[in-house]
């Protein structure tokens, strides 16, 4: 049998730049759509701080929003069958308050 119609799989060579290795801390997302696009704001809140700012944005098109939610999902699972279940407190709700209202 001939390998001529298998589809080979292409290799993609990733770059991790010192400073993005490095991460940065989030325990607030906000997460804002719209028809063409998935727009997550990671944010760090500090505790008795009146002011948060927005440390990373990443736009996603609904397609790979969807994959990214499919795997994110997935290592949750496998890391809870290896760890246990992972605790989800209540929080008290943070108040939004930046940037403008949007009116359409």
């Not at 010192?18 to 944010?43: C, K, M, Q, W």
């Not at 500090?46 to 994959?67: C, D, E, F, N």
């Amino acid at each position: 049998m001939s390998d001529q119609n298998t589809p080979k799989k292409a290799k993609i060579d990733i770059e991790l730049d010192e400073s993005i290795a490095e991460g940065t801390y989030s325990n607030l997302a906000i997460i804002n759509h719209s028809i063409s696009e998935f727009v997550v704001d990671f944010i760090n809140v500090m505790p008795g701080t009146p002011k948060a700012k927005v440390k990373s944005r990443v736009i996603l098109t609904p397609q790979h929003a969807k994959r990214f939610m499919k795997v994110l999902a997935d290592n949750i699972n496998r890391f809870e069958a290896a760890h246990g279940e992972i605790k989800d407190y209540d929080q008290p709700p943070i108040p939004l308050n930046f940037g403008p209202t949007g009116e359409a």
